[in-house]
């Protein structure tokens, strides 16, 4: 069982950053595949970004592209997503997800990805 804590969320005025984090326990961190999503209210769960396993392949969701880049460091069984430019629609809560590599499909459904972190708010006023 993987347990996800994400961290780094915040109020931030647009036109800024933060870089959100998502540590990994309770797996072989190496072994999984890892993204991010968020969420507003009333909304379905929207794919942010996604890394493999051994941060060689990156995914993205085109209207983040550009602004947002994820990394990981599996010496330290964490992936980061470092938010760029910060919009006011970027305000949501974001979710680390984790799943065992070679078991994903589609990077971009949520209905793909076995574990899920707690989430972090992020807020970006104008």
């Known amino acids: 069982q993987v347990q996800l804590v994400e961290s780094g969320g915040g109020l931030v005025q647009a036109g800024g950053s933060l870089r959100l984090s998502c540590a990994a326990s309770?797996?072989?961190?190496?072994?999984?595949?890892m993204g991010w999503f968020r969420q507003v209210p009333g909304k379905e769960r929207e794919f942010v970004q996604a890394?493999?396993?051994?941060?060689?392949?990156?995914y993205y969701a085109d209207s983040m592209k550009g602004r947002f880049t994820i990394s990981r460091d599996n010496a330290k069984n964490t992936v980061y997503l470092q938010m760029n430019s910060l919009k006011p629609e970027d305000t949501a809560v974001y979710y680390c997800a984790a799943s065992l590599r070679g078991t994903l499909v589609d990077y971009s459904r949520t209905m793909d990805w076995k574990y899920w972190g707690q989430g972090t708010q992020v807020t970006v006023s104008s």
């Open positions: 890394i493999n396993w051994s941060g060689g392949r990156t």
């Open positions: 309770g797996g072989t961190f190496s072994r999984y595949a």
